[in-house]
T-cell receptor, first 115, second 113 residues
């Protein structure tokens, strides 16, 4: 079974609109971390936001927020007021079994911002 | 502050050769991770080094190996290269802790001909 599922291979969004990128996960570990990374065409993976499984509030970092619904096992990324520079691949990732430390990534969503 | 740096940016090898990829972590980070991003296979965890020791290994054959030096920089070696080893190899570093955010470099693109 897929541990991280991103069901949107590609999305087109008008500049300045908000966008939600979907991510669902599967784990039986009560303690885990969820991450979102952005990968522009240059290849570098840029960390955006982190949510711990025990965090009471949804994480926010500037224009990025994480809509964490633990019971549904979803961790959607919301980007407010999208910009042309937001065009990139976006990956959701999970770290479970603390002490293991490896990240398991989803297949990614290619976001294109239209001027 | 400098981020994670990887060298070389591009590497072209032929089948059967050996490749060496290098990574310098963010200052103060003691853990280094290697991931492979191959077309059609997504991002796969390769290796984790912390304090000079290999701590965890992904589902890759033994010809993928590496080490971490006393200054926490790391090398990834791939022996007996195969065509399917062509990929972007990403290095990440972190300061091990509860959040353990892994910060990535720009990668080394390995092409095996």
């Amino acid at each position: 079974a897929q541990k991280i599922t991103q069901t949107q291979p590609g999305m087109f969004v008008q500049e300045k609109e908000a966008v939600t990128l979907d991510c669902t996960y599967d784990t039986s570990d009560p303690s885990y971390g969820l991450f979102w990374y952005k990968q522009p065409s240059s290849g570098e993976m840029i960390f955006l936001i982190y949510q711990g499984s025990y965090d009471q509030q949804n994480a926010t970092e500037g224009r990025y927020s994480l809509n964490f619904q633990k019971a549904r096992k979803s961790a959607n990324l919301v980007i407010s007021a999208s910009q042309l520079g937001d065009s990139a691949m976006y990956f959701c990732a999970m770290r479970e079994d603390f002490g293991n430390e490896k990240l398991t990534f989803g297949t990614g969503t290619r976001l294109t911002i239209i001027p | 502050e400098a981020g994670v740096t990887q060298s070389p940016t591009h590497l072209i090898k032929t089948r059967g050769q050996q490749a060496t990829l290098r990574c310098s972590p963010i200052s103060g980070h003691t853990s280094v991770y290697w991931y492979q991003q191959a077309l059609g296979l997504g991002l796969q965890f390769l290796l984790w080094y912390d304090e000079g020791e290999e701590r965890n290994r992904g589902n890759f054959p033994p010809r993928f190996s590496g080490r971490q030096f006393p200054n926490y920089s790391s090398e990834l070696n791939v022996n007996a290269l195969e065509l399917e080893d062509s990929a972007l190899y990403l290095c990440a570093s972190s300061f091990t802790g509860l959040r353990n955010i892994q910060y990535f470099g720009a990668g080394t693109r390995l092409s095996v001909l």
